[in-house]
């Protein structure tokens, strides 16, 4: 094939017959940069000759997207090593980005991981590994594949490391400041200079400290790039070369003595980072605790044999033991035995569930008190803490848009500060007559005082920190836009039926006529346990619920959105609306109506009860309120919140549960199609609309909505549509989100301003720009530990995070806490 062709194939989705592959082709190839394309709709893929020269992989998946269809990327998630800085972090992208194959490539300094979406059909992940080592940076595996015992060792060993060389450098170098300070007596009996003593005592100690600093620094500039790096190593380089420079008389004069200051310095730079790295490894403590619920072990019953397996042996349909205090392995189903299961640690619930034969468990709960056997229905990465893992692993990796302003001023921001390092230089010693050995100070002082680690640090942190957080009380973050969203909201639309309701009938009220109440309840579950019906249901279950024993029934028939009858001990009993009683022409007293009409205004619907001809009584049945369901639309009220619900329910129903919850704002009779168009009138009156809805049939409206709030079952994560997923079915949770939100952003803010600040006020101190007013300047040792101060109060502000607790979960998650959730 000519240099100028090159071939890529691209998984395709989209296409459901020939015709869609021949349009797509078609498409490809009317470009002027294809050479050829061929779509072969049976294995769903699009082979593309193309020209590097005048067209990327981008460009293809936009003539795909165009013609209706859409390009499938794989994503991966991998564990970098050595990344200091923002910059380092943009060192990282350019490199993977430049690989054919790889689409993006977005970098959290905070995880130190890098999530990379590519086409594997183009690149490996072999190549990721080359080309993270060849920008001079350490591959660590996929996130995924990287145990957390490895990890904590790697970091472990990365710590005591840095350790080790800070501490060398201050044990030499501070003896010398103060010898440079102060003298010494008898120095001056030496058979050699002061200067060259002090070579030979800090070369090697200088070499040991720094020579991380120079291997990333050189590998920066192998790869065209400007780092953190490269501004220390010009730094400490600077002050060690003037210094040998000096001591033989090479231009400059004895006078020249940086010995003591360049260790110093390089040791104060190491110290900064090992504070860094140890404040960035709690950042994602979330994730460690998660990951450390899944047992390592299970026992599997095989041949009527109990035996102890690797849980990565498990396959689906096992027959899995599990005893008293230990945690469930997998997702699975009960299949014998009774016990409670503590599933706090996933679902924030702090009272154990009770489980038996039928019951779903999850896995990494907490098996209490009883033996259970489970059959595995979902293993590895397709069970729910698995789930939950990767959703928090993705978030944390995402960017909100605030984050936009520190991408910005990173990338100019080293060579702004090489600019006025060199201009504070000249000034001085060209314009201001300072002494050369002066100048240097101040050059030297700029160049490590400097630092985008700060900023760089700002907002991924406290993303990290915040949406961990989250995930520990039951809300699932998604992205970081989500986050910079819900602080802005001013509407809140619910759903009724599932999320402000239970979402199934129970009987609220029983009123009887001629007979007692339990009389009433047992002839009519006797009747509706042979129906199907929602309503007969939540009869049956009232009468089970109040220990009312129901007779057997006979002749049972079922009239159609009417009613049912049955023989119940010899007598006849009908069970039904208002119209199957006027069918049977049975007369309703006035007191019932009486009752009938109160239930209708409270949005009851009113069941009637007839045996042997005469009316017996009434059941009123209702979708009841959620037990949170006002406290939540209180507390949203009070944040300044509009709030809203819509419902398919009829006006009457819908308005009757809206002044029972407190809000004002109700569109009702809506079909779940049209609550998107709802939202999307609501967002056109210039409203920003959080839509909190159960997940089933509110798709669009959550897709519609700014921010789409799902609420889960407990098991239910992975909900599409959704940019916040609430595991447990509690409406404060909604609330939580949104102050969570707020909280976050405000940290990011107060990170972003002191990052800033930092930068403002000392590189001009540095500069010497106090100095002919007050005699100030910086010493290049305090500007190191400046700097490093600098980087370690973003990130303990960010760390601040994981003791927040949202108003709307004080009390609920400090009892959770108490449990040791």
């Known amino acids: 094939m000519p240099e100028e062709k090159r071939k890529a194939e691209l998984k395709i989705s989209g296409m459901h017959c020939a015709s869609c592959a021949l349009n797509l082709e078609r498409a490809l190839k009317g470009r002027d940069d294809v050479y050829g394309a061929r779509v072969n709709f049976a294995t769903g893929t699009a082979t593309v000759e193309y020209d590097p020269a005048k067209a990327t992989l981008a460009d293809l998946e936009q003539t795909v997207a165009g013609a209706g269809y859409e390009v499938m990327h794989n994503e991966a998630t991998v564990r970098i090593g050595g990344m200091v800085c923002a910059s380092c972090a943009q060192v990282i992208e350019a490199s993977l980005t430049d690989l054919e194959g790889v689409y993006e490539a977005r970098i959290n300094l905070a995880t130190e991981t890098v999530q990379i979406i590519y086409n594997p059909e183009l690149v490996t992940t072999s190549e990721f590994r080359a080309a993270v080592e060849d920008a001079g940076y350490q591959y660590l595996g996929l996130a995924e594949e990287v145990s957390e015992d490895a990890e904590a060792l790697a970091r472990e060993e990365d710590l005591r490391d840095k350790f080790r060389r800070f501490t060398v450098g201050f044990v030499v170098s501070i003896p010398l400041f103060f010898y440079m300070i102060f003298g010494m007596p008898g120095a001056a009996a030496l058979p050699v200079s002061v200067n060259v003593v002090m070579l030979i005592i800090t070369a090697p100690v200088f070499y040991y400290v720094s020579a991380p600093i120079f291997r990333a620094a050189a590998a920066a500039l192998r790869n065209r790039a400007l780092t953190m790096d490269v501004m220390y190593a010009m730094g400490i380089g600077v002050a060690y070369g003037a210094s040998i420079l000096g001591t033989f008389g090479l231009v400059l004069t004895p006078a020249f003595n940086f010995y003591d200051t360049a260790v110093m310095l390089a040791a104060f730079l190491t110290l900064g980072r090992y504070l860094e790295a140890r404040a960035k490894g709690r950042t994602s403590d979330a994730i460690k605790n998660l990951i450390g619920l899944r047992p390592r072990t299970a026992t599997v019953i095989r041949d009527d044999r109990e035996i102890e397996v690797a849980i990565e042996e498990v396959v689906v349909d096992d027959i899995l033991l599990i005893r008293p205090g230990e945690k469930v392995p997998v997702d699975g189903v009960v299949v014998g035995g009774e016990s409670a299961v503590d599933e706090s640690m996933i679902t924030g619930e702090p009272i154990p569930v009770g489980k038996r034969e039928g019951d779903g468990v999850v896995g990494g709960t907490l098996n209490v008190n009883g033996v259970l056997r489970i059959r595995a229905e979902k293993i590895g990465k397709d069970m729910v803490l698995s789930q939950i893992i990767r959703l928090v692993r993705d978030a944390q990796g995402s960017k909100p848009p605030v984050e936009r302003i520190a991408d910005v001023a990173v990338s100019y921001f080293i060579p702004t500060v090489l600019l006025i390092a060199t201009a504070a230089f000249l000034a001085w010693y060209l314009a201001l007559g300072a002494t050369l050995l002066f100048s240097l100070t101040v050059l030297i002082s700029v160049l490590v005082v400097a630092c985008p680690c700060a900023l760089g640090l700002a907002t991924p942190t406290a ?96 009239f159609g959105g009417r009613g049912v009858s049955g023989a119940v001990e010899g007598e006849e009993v009908l069970v039904g609306n208002r119209s199957f009683l006027d069918e049977h022409r049975i007369p309703i007293p006035p007191e019932a109506e009486e009752s009938m009409a109160a239930f209708q205004d409270t949005g009851k619907t009113a069941v009637f009860v007839a045996v042997s001809g005469g009316f017996a009584g009434i ?152 100095y002919p007013f007050f005699g100030i300047t910086f010493r290049p040792e305090l500007a190191a530990l400046a700097m490093a101060l600098s980087s370690v109060t973003v990130v303990s502000l960010s760390l601040l995070l994981k003791t927040y607790i949202p108003p709307a979960k004080r009390g609920i998650l400090s009892e959770v806490d108490a449990h040791g959730s």
């Open 463 to 558: 993303v990290t920190v915040g949406i961990g957080r989250g995930a520990e009380f039951g809300v699932l973050i998604r992205n970081g836009e989500a986050l910079e969203i819900s602080e802005k909201l001013t509407a809140v639309v619910f759903d009724k039926t599932g999320t402000l309701t239970r979402g199934k009938p129970d009987v609220t009220d029983i009123v009887a006529f001629g007979m007692p109440e339990d009389r009433l309840l047992a002839i009519a579950a006797a009747v509706e346990k042979n129906s199907e019906h929602p309503l007969g249901a939540a009869v049956v279950r009232r009468a089970e619920a109040a220990g009312v024993t129901a007779p057997a029934s006979e002749r049972f028939r079922a």
């Open 619 to 770: 059941v009123a049945v209702a979708d009841t309120l959620k037990p949170t369901a006002k406290t939540a639309v209180a507390d949203l009220k009070r944040k300044g919140l509009s709030v809203t619900m819509i419902t398919g329910d009829n006006p009457r129903t819908a308005n009757a549960i809206a002044r029972e919850v407190g809000i004002e704002n109700v569109h009702a009779g809506v079909l779940p199609g049209d609550k998107a168009r709802e939202v999307r009138s609501l967002q056109e009156r210039g409203e920003v609309v959080a839509f909190v809805g159960d997940g089933i049939n509110d798709a669009p409206a959550l897709a519609q909505a700014d921010v789409g709030i799902a609420i889960g079952s407990g098991t239910d994560v992975a909900l599409e549509s959704a940019d916040i997923v609430l595991i447990r079915d509690d409406l404060t949770d909604a609330v939580a989100a949104i102050e969570l939100s707020r909280k976050v952003m405000g940290r990011i803010k107060q990170n972003l301003f002191w990052a800033f600040a930092y930068n403002s006020a000392l590189i001009p101190l540095a500069a010497g720009v106090l």
